[in-house]
């Protein structure tokens, strides 16, 4: 808006120029003679007192017999010897005036009736030069729909390379082979080996694929166009397929290039999987891209490099061989890759000595790269606004609970009693979790309120496991109704607080059921869940079985929930002390942390259990 006011000022201000040069040929020199009506001219004339009279128009330049000048006007249509009779003036005295006309064909004349328009139409073309430079500026991408807003990854200065991505080893290595197949075809194709024609890149939201895709730019030293899939289907309906086409053109150009079209599932998702508007248009995107990659020849030199974290959603044509023949899973970071995934983030920021990465990759089992990324950052904002000079290893620790649960919210007034509530829910769990052998070790109980949380139990697997146990399930579901059991075993009443932990152990109560095959309905899974997303969620579940094994399922969930919560039950009845105790020490601090907290338990010399169901 800003810009639009300075163009219109501009197109005034030159207006204004013009019309002020413009004057200069029009205006006459000298004193301005005198002007006087048609009837003062009259009556001079009879007193003889003119001499001559020059008509230009309705202009009358008048010589008078003194040796001055004047002007004077009369009418345009008649002419100025009918006037000048009309008003009374007798022939004898018109004679003796000289009259002449002068010819309206001067260049002032002209110019006076030219310039006018030009001018007009001179500052339009002005006004509208500046508007439309502007709207160019502004939505450029309204008179280019066709092309594709590609960029190409080149610059030096924001250049990232396999260094700077932690862990991914089979990944790097998968995309080292890529990037030697560009630089060295012949070597492949002499042997008769076909040159892969896409990579697809699969793994959770911030595990590094837009960062691998950007070093593999940095690394293979070919040009690197870069898009997101959702570009493709921006603003108008049907460019999509012509941008894929403009793309790859561009890419072909450049051959060897690596297209690398991020969040393919935007556009790759299974065609005709009916929910939801505006299918055609991603389905024609896909079927442009299949084409696109079905018309590279042998040897041309381009691959094409895609990211998703739904490759279930993924089309099937999408994943033939031919197309994206290679798949290359990026895991979340186990605890090496998490330390070496701080320390690149730590590089460039002013540490402690006391800064201890490996501590707090300890603590930080299920982070992702970005959450990583983002506890460092945190860390430094921390430092920062406490004044301090350097990073110190507690601002790490302290954001790991702000990036997993939120900013702790102790501005929150909340009364004694709830105070009391919260206290006696967390050490429920608390105390749950250290009575079974198979639960995780607490880390951390608070009743600072976080997120949305009221308070937490910060409970850190020993080490890392990709694989879940039914024990492990058992010990879970106990845990999680820790809190509630407190509740009620102390207060005689429950609250809103459990909300969260109830549905969580219902949830997990039904998975170890219709997908784990942990109940004593046996090894098979229960449900078939089809490729239909609506809003990232799957909401239909195909019923697989009869209405009575139905029953079956929910009676065997309703067992695991009834069995554990009995088993949690028992544990928090059985060492009410140390309940109260756990509950009495939070109150009074707050937090309490890991060594603290396993003190209390030890001097009620308690011994851990196993669940059997
Ligand atoms: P994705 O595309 O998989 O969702 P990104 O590549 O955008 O994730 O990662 C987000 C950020 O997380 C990166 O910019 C980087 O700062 C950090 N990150 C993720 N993985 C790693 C890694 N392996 N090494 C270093 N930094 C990482
Ligand atoms: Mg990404
Ligand atoms: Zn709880």
């Not at 088993?567 to 939070?586: P, R, S, T």
């Amino acid at each position: 808006m800003n810009k639009f006011v300075r163009s219109f000022l501009i197109a005034i201000a030159i207006l204004f120029t013009v019309s002020f040069i413009f004057s200069f040929f029009t205006a006459t020199s000298g004193p301005a003679p005198k002007n006087v009506s048609i009837g003062t001219l009259a009556t001079d004339i009879s007193a003889g007192k003119v001499k001559s009279i020059t008509v230009n128009g309705s202009d009358l330049k008048v010589g008078l017999s003194d040796g001055s000048s004047a002007v004077s006007q009369k009418e345009t249509e008649t002419g100025v010897v009918e006037t000048l009779r009309s008003l009374g003036v007798s022939s004898t005295s018109l004679a003796a005036v000289n009259i002449t006309v002068e010819n309206q064909s001067g260049f002032n004349y002209w110019m006076s009736i030219i310039v006018p328009p030009l001018l007009t139409i001179l500052a339009m073309a002005v006004l509208f030069w500046l508007i439309f430079r502007q709207a160019k500026n502004g939505a450029n991408q309204a008179f280019s729909f066709g092309k594709v807003n590609i960029r190409l990854f080149s610059s030096d200065k924001d250049k990232v390379t396999f260094k700077d991505v932690a862990g991914l080893k089979e990944a790097k290595e998968e995309l080292t082979e890529v990037v030697d197949f560009l630089k060295h075809p012949q070597k492949f194709l002499e042997i008769g080996a076909r040159i892969p024609r896409g990579v697809l890149l699969v793994g959770p939201p911030g595990t590094g694929k837009t960062l691998l895709a950007r070093a593999v730019a940095g690394e293979s030293n070919v040009p690197f166009f870069h898009i997101s899939a959702s570009e493709f289907v921006e603003m108008f309906v049907g460019v999509g397929a012509s941008r894929v086409r403009d793309l790859f053109q561009t890419a072909k150009k450049a051959a060897p290039s690596i297209i690398f079209i991020d969040e393919i599932d935007a556009v790759g998702r299974e065609r005709g999987s009916g929910l939801g508007g505006g299918h055609d248009e991603r389905e024609q995107t896909l079927n442009q891209i299949l084409v696109e990659m079905d018309g590279f020849d042998r040897d041309t030199n381009v691959i094409v490099v895609a990211a998703t974290n739904r490759p279930d959603i993924l089309d099937s044509a999408l994943l033939r061989p031919g197309r994206f023949d290679r798949r290359v899973v990026l895991d979340a970071p186990d605890i090496n890759d998490r330390e070496e995934i701080l320390k690149i983030h730590l590089k460039g920021k002013k540490l402690d000595k006391s800064v201890e990465p490996r501590t707090v990759a300890v603590r930080t089992p299920g982070f992702s790269g970005a959450d990583l990324a983002n506890l460092v950052n945190e860390a430094a904002i921390l430092a920062a606004r406490k004044n301090q000079k350097v990073v110190l290893q507690q601002d790490l620790l302290d954001s790991i609970e702000k990036v997993m649960l939120g900013p702790e919210r102790r501005g929150r007034a909340i009364s004694q009693k709830e105070k009391e509530v919260t206290a006696y829910h967390e050490a429920g769990h608390a105390l749950v979790a250290a009575m079974l052998k198979d639960a995780d070790p607490v880390h951390k109980v608070s009743i600072i309120s976080r997120g949305i949380a009221g308070g937490y139990t910060l409970k850190l697997p020993l080490e890392e496991h990709r694989l879940r146990t039914r024990s492990q399930f058992l010990a879970d579901l106990a845990v999680s109704f820790g809190g509630y059991i407190a509740e009620m075993t102390v207060f005689g009443d429950v609250t809103t607080g459990s909300s969260s932990d109830i549905r969580n152990a219902t949830e997990t109560a039904k998975e170890m059921v219709t997908n784990y095959g942990m109940s004593e309905l046996g090894p098979r899974t229960f449900g078939r869940t089809e490729g239909m997303v609506f809003l990232g969620r799957e909401i239909s579940a195909e019923k697989d079985y009869s209405d009575e094994v139905g029953n079956k399922i929910d009676e065997a969930v309703n067992n695991f929930v009834k069995k554990t919560f009995d088993a949690a039950k028992g544990i928090i009845v059985k060492n009410k002390k140390a309940l109260d105790k756990i509950a009495q020490v939070l109150m009074e601090k707050e937090t309490l942390e890991k060594d603290d907290f396993y003190a209390i338990v030890k001097s009620f010399g308690l011994k851990p259990i196993s669940i059997k169901i």
